[in-house]
């Protein structure tokens, strides 16, 4: 058979969700928002799907250098060449290979692009989170939003659902969602780090994969001095350049507490983390401090010890 191999249609046209279930990735439809899907194959490799100008893409939540198209995708997870990625793809784009898994009933938004003026907006609708059921559940009280080190750094909107909101140059550009039944960033969102509140004695970084767990932290750790940022999950180049930032333009810390969670991301997440302070003039203690038991973040920790 002659392969007539179209790379640029693939990018378009071939279903990049369908595609990766065939290979046995499997829909975290928690994590999954109108403009994102996120997807997981057991515990080692969990990706982001979405698409850009009609574009399929996709990055790894763990691997900073694994992202792209749906080429970038085989290849990195395989030692085909181009040619080979190509007649692959090709064969399944003309039908040739079986498609048993019916298209998910998800209708991926294309507008992936940053709305300063509608994050703007929205979030001055929103109010401070007091009495909040969704996070008194997960174990953060009324107390511990009013404390110094949280005030003014949690919201809510008009359903109640939590808001953590990121910020750019004193602005907030990226507003994340938490509840019960949602996880996301509000469209026209720009993720950078979510933060605490610094103060001028705080000679510790802390830096967690979600606000909720960087809270759960304080709230085990009763840490005095500790300045908290929170990744939101695997963080892009961008996120790394604050971090650095955050590091040599508050030139006050002496220890850096990597607290991710205890799984594969975790490691993972931790070892760029090492990569990134290892680039700044950073010549203080650099730890991970994770939850003893596989499986738990800190805010696990934190419910397994109210349960008690």
């Given amino acids: ?68 198209t749906i080429i970038d995708f085989i290849q990195n997870r395989s030692q085909k060449s181009l040619l080979e990625t190509g007649k692959e793809l090709q064969l399944w784009m003309d039908g040739f290979v079986e498609q048993s898994l019916s298209s998910p009933s998800i209708n991926l938004s294309d ?18 989170a007091r009495n909040h059921a969704y996070l008194k559940n997960r174990g953060i009280t009324q107390q511990v ?39 996301l960033f509000v469209r026209g969102s720009e993720k950078t780090l ?32 500790a300045f908290y940022v929170a990744t939101s999950g695997g963080f892009s180049k961008n996120q790394s350049d604050m971090i650095k930032s955050f590091i040599e ?22 070892e760029r983390l090492y990569r990134i302070i290892q680039e700044t003039k950073f010549n203080g203690h650099i730890k991970r401090h994770s939850p003893d038991q596989s499986g738990q973040d800190w805010n696990d920790v934190l419910k397994n010890q109210l349960s008690i």
């Fill in 194 to 225: 979510w933060r605490s509140n610094i103060f001028k004695s705080d000679d510790c970084l802390v830096i967690a994969e979600a606000p909720i767990d960087a809270i759960s932290y304080q709230i085990l750790h009763n840490l005095s001095t």
């Fill in 249 to 270: 333009d508050f030139n006050q810390f002496k220890e850096i507490t990597i607290a991710t969670d205890n799984n594969a991301g975790g490691d993972q997440i931790t």
């Fill in 1 to 68: 058979m002659r392969y007539k191999i179209e790379f640029s249609r693939f990018k378009h046209e071939i279903n990049f969700i369908q595609y990766a279930q065939s290979l046995g990735y499997e829909i975290d439809q928690k994590k999954t928002t109108r403009r994102s899907v996120a997807m997981y194959q057991g515990h080692s490799d969990k990706i982001i799907v979405s698409k850009k100008n009609g574009t399929w893409i996709y990055f790894s939540v763990y691997d900073q250098c694994d992202n792209g």
């Fill in 111 to 128: 507008d992936t692009t940053y709305d300063p003026a509608r994050i703007k907006k929205l979030f001055n609708y929103y109010s401070l």
């Fill in 145 to 183: 939003l009013k404390s110094s080190r949280f005030a003014d750094r949690v919201f809510q909107d008009k359903y109640k659902n939590a808001v953590f909101p990121h910020f750019k140059n004193g602005q907030a550009c990226g507003l994340e969602l938490k509840g019960e039944n949602i996880s």
